[in-house]
């Protein structure tokens, strides 16, 4: 990674405002139901405090607000939960600019503040340069360690560069370090295994991988498109009938490159996804049924290719996994990755659904890397640039 990080900048006696990724789920008691993001924020939250700064000021969003001040969407229970991660006290303020905040700040007898949703002001998704530089005056030094807004040109992720030194923090770095190696230094083979619900979501990320991977298995709701392209029967899965012809490019590009590409051969189906207790397991999908899971054919023809590789990225779930009766094929390849990590073999969750599913399975802690951003590792495995990381200060040369 070419970019600034905490450690190239001196921080002593400077204030320092790092945007972190807090957009983390409540119930419905306004109580953190994972606390996954707070806790990954630490390690970069811990190495500023060390070394000595004269304020550390988090800011970060959460839910959609849309402009608006909505009570639901404050974000006092990260500031409770921080404190405690910590031990040591955390202001939480009522906004994020502004007199009173500047106040606020200088008067604070912690070391650390929280600002308030960014969201409740509209200038932060349209990266308002005003709002961006009311943010910017908060501070000395920016500090990026939100890699699931990275992918987003925001007023905290990339408006504020202009007027801060700009470096990234731990987190940061470590998804672009795993990420960035897994697909344009991967140790090889690399298997790629894609799910999810629509082929449309993932048309790039495929182009950009059947250039990197030597092996891509496809599944979930996006693989019916394919076989509908090969003439094969889906019955009433899902299907993306305009996008049947790019599936079938996108077959012939792989063979073409030497690609293996591994789709399902068998499949869990029903005839009403609210009726799991009619599932049956077949080869061939008979009209008027869908198929919402992977067959254990499949299931065992994913391994064997999983079992050559040295390294594995894997986006997307392989079945409806939220739903018992068609988890099945997800979690069996969850163990599979999490025996693979254990012989040294390098496993990459892209984060979204992907990691919800290794987190339901009880593997979090049994992968190399889960990217903590969906949207944003999605993006940067299509080779896109990221607004939020293209912003920060370049390492000097040499």
């Known amino acids: 990674m070419n970019k600034m990080t905490v450690r190239d ?18 119930d419905e008691a306004r109580k953190i139901t994972s606390d996954m993001r707070i806790k990954a924020a630490v390690p970069t939250i811990k190495y500023i405090l060390e070394q000595k700064p004269a304020k550390l000021i988090l800011m970060s969003h959460l839910g959609r607000p849309d402009g608006e001040v909505i009570e639901e969407d404050r974000l006092t229970p990260v500031g409770e939960r921080l404190a405690q991660l910590l031990g040591e006290p955390v202001l939480k303020l009522d906004d994020c600019v502004g007199d009173i905040v500047k106040n606020s700040i200088a008067k604070c007898p912690g070391r650390v503040v929280l600002l308030e949703n960014l969201r409740f002001h509209q200038g932060e998704t349209k990266n308002d340069p005003g709002f961006a530089k009311q943010l ?22 990339q408006g504020i560069t202009r007027y801060l030194p700009s470096v990234a923090g731990f987190l940061l770095e470590k998804e672009l370090q795993y990420l960035g190696e897994a697909v344009n230094n991967p140790t090889r083979p690399l298997v790629v295994i894609l799910g999810g619900a629509k082929v449309s979501d993932k048309i790039l990320l495929i182009e950009n991988l059947l250039n990197k991977a030597n092996s891509i298995l496809i599944g979930g709701g996006m693989a019916y498109t394919f076989l509908k392209a090969l003439g094969k029967n889906i019955g009433t899965s899902l299907l993306e009938a305009d996008k049947v012809g790019v599936a079938k490019a996108l077959i012939e590009k792989a063979k073409a490159k030497g690609v293996r590409l591994e789709l399902s051969s068998d499949f869990v189906i029903v005839p009403d996804f609210d009726k799991p207790e009619q599932k049956r397991t077949v080869t061939e999908i008979p009209d008027g049924w869908m198929a919402l899971d992977i067959g254990p054919q499949t299931i065992a023809t994913f391994k064997e290719v999983l079992s050559t590789a040295k390294t594995v990225v894997w986006n997307g779930p392989l079945g409806v996994f939220e739903k018992e009766a068609y988890a099945t094929g997800t979690l069996e390849i969850a163990k599979a990755l999490a025996e693979l990590t254990a012989k040294g073999v390098k496993t990459i969750i892209g984060g979204g659904d992907s990691a919800s599913a290794v987190k ?3 593997l979090s802690d ?33």
């Open 9 to 26: 900048i001196d921080l002593k006696g400077k204030k320092v405002i790092m945007r972190c990724d807090f957009n983390v789920p409540l």
């Open 366 to 398: 049994k992968m190399t890397h889960i990217s903590t951003g969906g949207g944003a590792s999605l993006e940067f495995l299509e080779g896109k640039e990221l607004p939020g990381v293209a912003a920060l200060n370049d390492k000097k040369a040499g």
């Open 360 to 362: 339901k399975a009880k």
């Open 136 to 157: 910017a005056e908060l501070a000395d030094v920016y500090v990026n360690d939100a890699f699931g807004t990275a992918h987003r040109a925001h007023a905290s992720t």
